[in-house]
């Protein structure tokens, strides 16, 4: 399996949810592990206070979501579930990758958005690495 994305080196992406979380009650995470990104929150991360999850399984959907302008994937775990997610890549190299049936594993952190935002206290899955097979 080759690591398409890793968290840890979005830093624009960590950058972003740290200015929503610090500068407005409306937009963010809560900080219940520390800071979204930060060393404490890592920490929480590496010492599994802060859980994660590993979804294995295959591309079943590749399209565009939102308003069709976001780039996402669904996949289907060995165990028949079906979730969607955004189509990360550290490199942009690495989207050709996401093709229907391509073995793909993915390890996530579940959080909650503040208490004031527009999704007041929903939790959100947030992955922290992709894998997928590239010789698929």
Do not use: C
């Not at 010492?47 to 295959?58: C, K, N, Y």
């Not at 996402?72 to 990758?97: K, Q």
């Amino acid at each position: 399996m080759l690591t398409i994305y890793r968290l840890q080196a979005d830093t624009e992406f960590i950058a972003q949810v740290q200015r929503a979380t610090t500068t407005s009650e409306e937009f963010g995470i809560e900080s219940t592990h520390g800071l979204f990104g930060s060393a404490e929150w890592w920490q929480h991360v590496r010492d599994g206070t802060l859980p994660v999850q590993t979804l294995r399984g295959a591309i079943t959907r590749v399209y565009m979501g939102s308003m069709n302008d976001w780039p996402e994937v669904t996949m289907r775990t060995e165990t028949g579930e079906e979730s969607s997610w955004s189509r990360y890549a550290n490199d942009p190299a690495f989207a050709w990758l996401y093709t229907i049936g391509r073995p793909i594993e993915l390890d996530y952190v579940v959080q909650q958005h503040r208490r004031h935002s527009f999704e007041s206290g929903a939790k959100r899955k947030i992955p922290i690495e992709i894998r997928v097979d590239e010789n698929a």
